[in-house]
């Protein structure tokens, strides 16, 4: 039987680890010829190789560096069909702590980087052989949806990437028809991004029991979990749909509380 994702060609951000790692194989277990790109160039090397896929070094913030990725994929499989825009970081701060550092740190690598990566992936995906076709699938989070009291700046880029979502599959919808644009929003996974947030608290099992035990699934969810949503949302079986918001959070934010 032919993969979900067969004769496809894939980036995907973030490769190297957690989600971006989980999708990187899933991706390829469904057909489709994976780059995976990162700053972490043994973990990203060790991802593509497991794969069968290639590894670039990308910074996110950098508009080189995604010309660089772009002409790559295109030289090396001859088009663009998914963009897996999953680079992220975490930084934590209210609006009383937080510096102008960090926030300029956390919208470059969370937002700016959505923003050059649909920009670059729309500009190869219009001149695909046979006609513009693809699709982009942002990461957000459970927090472009509600506020993190501890992450001012993280709930900002989260919720830039919802609505810069929906400018893109708008504009795509009317002028591409078939370039399409949606969100995925996390709710708690088991990352590496995660653990080092749980261990910086002092309280590890603490943390992750409440993160548990916020989500009414009571657990946290693997990165495969989040792999699998992106795979539909990059695949023709979502062919209608654009501008959409899929959630994952185990039902967070559909309960009001224990009740
Ligand atoms: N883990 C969660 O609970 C959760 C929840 C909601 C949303 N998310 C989002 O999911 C995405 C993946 O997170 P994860 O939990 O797998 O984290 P992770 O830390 O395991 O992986 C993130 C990857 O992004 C890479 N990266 C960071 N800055 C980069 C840059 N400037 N250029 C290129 N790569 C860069 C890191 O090297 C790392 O490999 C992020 O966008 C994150 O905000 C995660």
Same mark, same amino acid.
Request: include cysteine; aromatic fraction near 6%; charge should be negative.
């Given at each position: ?9 894939? +980036? ?8 971006? !790692?989980?999708? !990187? ?10 780059? %995976? ?31 660089? +990725? ?12 998914? #963009? ?9 701060? /209210?609006?009383?702590?937080?510096? #102008? ?31 513009? @076709?693809?699709?982009?699938?942002? +990461? ?17 880029? @989260?919720?830039?990437?919802? #609505? ?5 599959? %708008? ?11 949606? /969100? ?13 947030? *749980? ?38 079986? /979502?062919? *209608? ?6 959630? !994952? ?11």
């Amino acid at each position: 039987m032919a993969g979900r994702l067969q004769g496809k060609v894939a +980036v995907v951000t973030g490769g190297a680890s957690g989600i971006g !790692a989980a999708t !990187a194989r899933i991706f390829a277990r469904e057909g489709a010829k994976v780059v %995976v790109s990162d700053l972490q160039d043994a973990a990203g090397n060790a991802v593509a190789a497991e794969i069968g896929g290639i590894y670039m070094h990308h910074d996110v913030t950098q508009d080189k560096d995604w010309k660089n +990725v772009m002409e790559q994929t295109r030289a090396r499989f001859g088009r663009l069909d998914v #963009l897996m825009n999953n680079a992220g970081i975490f930084a934590g701060g /209210s609006i009383e702590e937080v510096s #102008l550092e960090l926030w300029n740190r956390v919208l470059a690598v969370n937002l700016t980087g959505v923003m050059l990566g649909c920009q670059h992936a729309v500009a190869a995906m219009k001149e695909n052989p046979g006609g513009p @076709k693809g699709s982009i699938v942002n +990461v957000s989070s459970i927090t472009g949806f509600i506020g993190l009291a501890n992450g001012a700046a993280y709930t900002a880029s @989260k919720g830039g990437v919802r #609505l810069l979502t929906k400018s893109v599959a %708008v504009h795509c919808a009317r002028n591409y028809r078939t370039i399409r644009c949606n /969100s995925l929003h996390p709710g708690a996974i088991d990352t590496p991004m995660n653990q080092a947030a *749980f261990d910086a608290s002092g309280d590890p099992e603490g943390m992750r029991a409440f993160f548990s035990g916020v989500q009414p699934i009571g657990r946290m969810a693997t990165p495969e979990e989040m792999g699998e949503c992106a795979l539909f949302l990059a695949s023709d079986e /979502s062919s *209608f749909v654009t501008g959409a918001e899929l959630l !994952a959070d185990g039902g967070w934010l559909a309960a009001s509380g224990p009740l």
